[in-house]
Protein backbone atom coordinates (compact mmCIF):
# COMPACT_ATOMS: atom_id res chain seq x y z
CA UNK A 1 0.00 0.00 0.00
CA UNK A 2 1.62 3.83 -0.87
CA UNK A 3 2.34 5.47 2.25
CA UNK A 4 -0.10 8.66 1.01
CA UNK A 5 -3.16 6.09 1.03
CA UNK A 6 -2.44 4.11 4.15
CA UNK A 7 -5.46 4.45 7.02
CA UNK A 8 -7.54 6.00 4.09
CA UNK A 9 -9.54 3.16 3.30
CA UNK A 10 -9.01 3.30 -0.32
CA UNK A 11 -6.82 0.79 -2.61
CA UNK A 12 -4.33 1.44 -5.58
CA UNK A 13 -3.52 -0.37 -8.75
CA UNK A 14 -0.43 0.00 -10.75
CA UNK A 15 1.55 -1.67 -13.10
CA UNK A 16 5.05 -2.95 -14.28
CA UNK A 17 5.90 -3.03 -18.02
CA UNK A 18 8.61 -4.97 -19.44
CA UNK A 19 10.18 -6.42 -22.56
CA UNK A 20 11.58 -10.15 -22.37
CA UNK A 21 15.21 -10.21 -23.71
CA UNK A 22 14.18 -11.88 -26.74
CA UNK A 23 11.03 -10.17 -27.13
CA UNK A 24 11.99 -8.97 -30.66
CA UNK A 25 14.23 -10.00 -33.33
CA UNK A 26 17.38 -8.89 -31.25
CA UNK A 27 18.05 -10.26 -28.10
CA UNK A 28 18.27 -6.99 -25.71
CA UNK A 29 19.60 -6.98 -22.14
CA UNK A 30 17.18 -7.47 -19.22
CA UNK A 31 16.86 -3.72 -17.77
CA UNK A 32 16.95 -5.36 -14.20
CA UNK A 33 20.82 -6.35 -15.14
CA UNK A 34 21.54 -2.92 -16.28
CA UNK A 35 20.13 -1.70 -12.71
CA UNK A 36 17.95 0.95 -13.98
CA UNK A 37 14.67 0.92 -15.77
CA UNK A 38 14.79 2.58 -19.38
CA UNK A 39 12.40 5.76 -20.53
CA UNK A 40 10.33 4.55 -22.52
CA UNK A 41 9.44 1.26 -19.41
CA UNK A 42 8.70 3.78 -16.80
CA UNK A 43 6.58 5.34 -19.56
CA UNK A 44 4.48 2.44 -20.23
CA UNK A 45 4.25 1.56 -16.79
CA UNK A 46 2.76 4.17 -15.75
CA UNK A 47 0.28 4.64 -19.15
CA UNK A 48 -0.92 0.87 -17.92
CA UNK A 49 -1.36 2.28 -14.27
CA UNK A 50 -3.48 5.19 -15.44
CA UNK A 51 -5.24 3.40 -17.72
CA UNK A 52 -6.57 0.78 -15.46
CA UNK A 53 -6.99 3.49 -12.26
CA UNK A 54 -9.21 5.05 -14.50
CA UNK A 55 -11.53 2.16 -14.65
CA UNK A 56 -11.71 1.84 -10.86
CA UNK A 57 -13.61 2.65 -7.73
CA UNK A 58 -10.43 2.85 -5.46
CA UNK A 59 -12.81 3.48 -2.31
CA UNK A 60 -14.59 0.15 -3.60
CA UNK A 61 -11.05 -1.42 -3.75
CA UNK A 62 -10.57 -1.48 -0.09
CA UNK A 63 -6.83 -1.19 1.23
CA UNK A 64 -5.49 -3.04 -1.12
CA UNK A 65 -3.29 -3.09 -3.93
CA UNK A 66 -2.54 -4.62 -6.93
CA UNK A 67 0.41 -4.61 -9.13
CA UNK A 68 -0.54 -5.86 -12.64
CA UNK A 69 3.36 -7.33 -14.26
CA UNK A 70 3.10 -6.72 -18.33
CA UNK A 71 5.88 -8.97 -19.99
CA UNK A 72 6.38 -9.03 -23.25
CA UNK A 73 6.72 -12.19 -24.88
CA UNK A 74 6.78 -11.42 -28.39
CA UNK A 75 6.54 -7.60 -29.38
CA UNK A 76 5.78 -6.46 -32.89
CA UNK A 77 4.36 -3.03 -32.31
CA UNK A 78 1.46 -1.99 -29.91
CA UNK A 79 3.11 -3.68 -26.79
CA UNK A 80 1.84 -0.78 -24.63
CA UNK A 81 -2.17 -1.11 -26.54
CA UNK A 82 -1.81 -5.00 -25.47
CA UNK A 83 -0.47 -4.90 -22.27
CA UNK A 84 -3.42 -1.88 -20.94
CA UNK A 85 -5.50 -4.87 -22.76
CA UNK A 86 -4.03 -7.67 -21.34
CA UNK A 87 -4.23 -5.79 -17.94
CA UNK A 88 -7.40 -5.27 -17.82
CA UNK A 89 -8.59 -8.92 -17.82
CA UNK A 90 -5.27 -9.74 -15.04
CA UNK A 91 -7.02 -7.09 -13.13
CA UNK A 92 -10.60 -8.75 -13.51
CA UNK A 93 -9.43 -11.73 -12.80
CA UNK A 94 -7.28 -10.50 -9.70
CA UNK A 95 -10.27 -8.46 -8.31
CA UNK A 96 -12.61 -11.43 -8.92
CA UNK A 97 -9.95 -13.90 -6.74
CA UNK A 98 -9.62 -11.27 -4.01
CA UNK A 99 -13.53 -11.22 -4.21
CA UNK A 100 -13.95 -14.94 -3.53
CA UNK A 101 -11.03 -14.96 -0.72
CA UNK A 102 -12.38 -12.11 1.32
CA UNK A 103 -9.65 -9.74 0.61
CA UNK A 104 -12.53 -7.31 -1.04
CA UNK A 105 -15.76 -7.41 0.15
CA UNK A 106 -18.15 -9.75 -1.83
CA UNK A 107 -20.67 -6.87 -2.66
CA UNK A 108 -17.96 -4.80 -3.53
CA UNK A 109 -17.68 -3.75 -7.06
CA UNK A 110 -14.24 -1.99 -7.77
CA UNK A 111 -14.32 -1.80 -11.83
CA UNK A 112 -16.76 0.94 -12.98
CA UNK A 113 -15.82 -0.32 -16.55
CA UNK A 114 -13.71 -2.31 -18.78
CA UNK A 115 -10.68 -0.63 -21.09
CA UNK A 116 -8.89 -1.58 -23.87
CA UNK A 117 -6.62 0.14 -26.07
CA UNK A 118 -5.02 -0.15 -29.69
CA UNK A 119 -2.35 1.45 -31.82
CA UNK A 120 -4.26 3.32 -35.18
CA UNK A 121 -1.80 5.66 -38.07
CA UNK A 122 -1.69 6.95 -41.50
CA UNK A 123 -0.16 4.50 -43.29
CA UNK A 124 0.28 6.08 -47.37
CA UNK A 125 -2.59 8.65 -46.18
CA UNK A 126 -5.04 5.47 -45.05
CA UNK A 127 -5.88 5.03 -41.95
CA UNK A 128 -4.91 1.93 -40.37
CA UNK A 129 -6.02 -0.24 -37.31
CA UNK A 130 -3.25 -2.06 -34.98
CA UNK A 131 -0.03 -1.21 -36.54
CA UNK A 132 2.73 -4.28 -36.47
CA UNK A 133 6.26 -2.85 -36.61
CA UNK A 134 6.92 -2.40 -40.23
CA UNK A 135 3.74 -0.07 -40.11
CA UNK A 136 4.31 1.70 -37.10
CA UNK A 137 7.70 2.05 -38.66
CA UNK A 138 6.70 3.82 -42.42
CA UNK A 139 3.37 5.67 -40.17
CA UNK A 140 2.87 9.59 -41.04
CA UNK A 141 0.94 9.42 -38.05
CA UNK A 142 1.41 7.17 -34.81
CA UNK A 143 -1.54 7.31 -32.05
CA UNK A 144 -2.50 4.82 -29.35
CA UNK A 145 -5.94 5.09 -28.09
CA UNK A 146 -7.29 3.96 -24.85
CA UNK A 147 -11.27 3.55 -24.35
CA UNK A 148 -13.60 2.53 -22.04
CA UNK A 149 -15.84 -0.33 -22.59
CA UNK A 150 -18.71 2.32 -23.06
CA UNK A 151 -16.41 4.00 -25.42
CA UNK A 152 -15.01 7.20 -23.44
CA UNK A 153 -11.19 7.71 -23.82
CA UNK A 154 -8.81 7.57 -21.38
CA UNK A 155 -5.56 8.82 -23.05
CA UNK A 156 -4.88 9.73 -26.48
CA UNK A 157 -1.32 10.14 -27.65
CA UNK A 158 -0.93 10.97 -31.38
CA UNK A 159 2.13 12.04 -33.01
CA UNK A 160 2.60 13.27 -36.82
CA UNK A 161 5.61 11.58 -37.78
CA UNK A 162 6.40 13.19 -41.49
CA UNK A 163 3.38 15.81 -42.44
CA UNK A 164 0.92 16.97 -40.23
CA UNK A 165 -2.35 15.53 -39.85
CA UNK A 166 -6.21 17.71 -40.25
CA UNK A 167 -8.70 17.23 -37.84
CA UNK A 168 -10.39 15.49 -40.92
CA UNK A 169 -7.94 12.38 -40.54
CA UNK A 170 -7.60 12.99 -36.20
CA UNK A 171 -11.39 12.24 -36.29
CA UNK A 172 -10.96 8.66 -38.66
CA UNK A 173 -8.22 7.77 -36.31
CA UNK A 174 -10.32 8.35 -33.76
CA UNK A 175 -13.65 6.85 -34.88
CA UNK A 176 -11.31 3.65 -35.70
CA UNK A 177 -9.09 3.34 -32.74
CA UNK A 178 -12.69 3.25 -30.64
CA UNK A 179 -13.95 0.79 -33.21
CA UNK A 180 -10.38 -1.43 -31.98
CA UNK A 181 -11.20 -0.56 -28.51
CA UNK A 182 -14.78 -2.17 -28.96
CA UNK A 183 -14.04 -5.21 -30.83
CA UNK A 184 -11.15 -6.30 -28.28
CA UNK A 185 -13.87 -5.24 -25.26
CA UNK A 186 -16.08 -8.20 -26.61
CA UNK A 187 -12.70 -10.28 -26.52
CA UNK A 188 -11.99 -9.45 -22.82
CA UNK A 189 -15.66 -10.21 -22.13
CA UNK A 190 -15.90 -13.54 -23.72
CA UNK A 191 -11.97 -14.48 -22.10
CA UNK A 192 -13.78 -13.43 -18.54
CA UNK A 193 -16.57 -15.52 -18.89
CA UNK A 194 -14.33 -18.72 -19.16
Given at each position: MPRWLVGKGE???TSEYAMLP???HTRSDRES???KLGGRTQEISRLVGRSLR???DMKALGENTIVIDCDVLQAD???RTAAITGAYVALADAISWAKSNSHIAEKSNPLTQSVAAVSVGIIDGIP???LCYEEDV???TDMNIVC???GNFIEVQGTAEGKPFDRNLLDQLLNLGAKGCADLTKLQIQSLSK
Open positions: GWVRATVKGGIVGGTTLDAAQTGD
